[in-house]
């Protein structure tokens, strides 16, 4: 699969919802994942899928998710980036937009990185 078609059926899962099933899909075992900031108590960058799925399943269990807009891919050699703005309720808190890029690198047709940028 070329870069365009990876970024594409991703971009495609995530229009589903189905953020976990995209990761499982495509993360490389070594996968490294860099938030640009760290959930609390954590570190912003996670390495290895593990340490992926724990970062996504976290994410899962302490918000809700009211709707999520997917923009994108735009690809670059083995690079591209996915625009995500989401509808959110974090427990415990007040419902906001989170308006987030995605650069992902990939190697041997898997995501070796994956680097999230927050908009203000």
């Not at 870069?3 to 991703?10: C, F, G, K, S, V």
């Not at 269990?61 to 995500?84: A, T």
Request: glycine share 14%.
């Amino acid at each position: 699969m070329t870069t365009q078609d990876i970024a594409n059926d991703l971009v495609a899962l995530c229009k589903q919802g189905k953020f976990a099933e995209s990761g499982e899909k495509y993360w490389a075992q070594d996968v490294v994942s860099v938030e640009a900031a760290a959930p609390p108590g954590g570190d912003p960058v996670s390495r290895g899928i593990d340490a992926a799925r724990g970062k996504g399943e976290w994410w899962a269990e302490n918000h809700e998710i009211h709707g999520v807009e997917v923009e994108g891919p735009y690809c670059n050699g083995d690079q591209f980036v996915v625009h995500f703005k989401m509808d959110v309720t974090p427990k415990g808190g007040q419902r906001m937009t989170m308006d987030e890029m995605g650069v992902y690198t990939l190697k041997d047709g898997k995501i070796a990185e994956e680097r999230f940028f927050y908009g203000g």
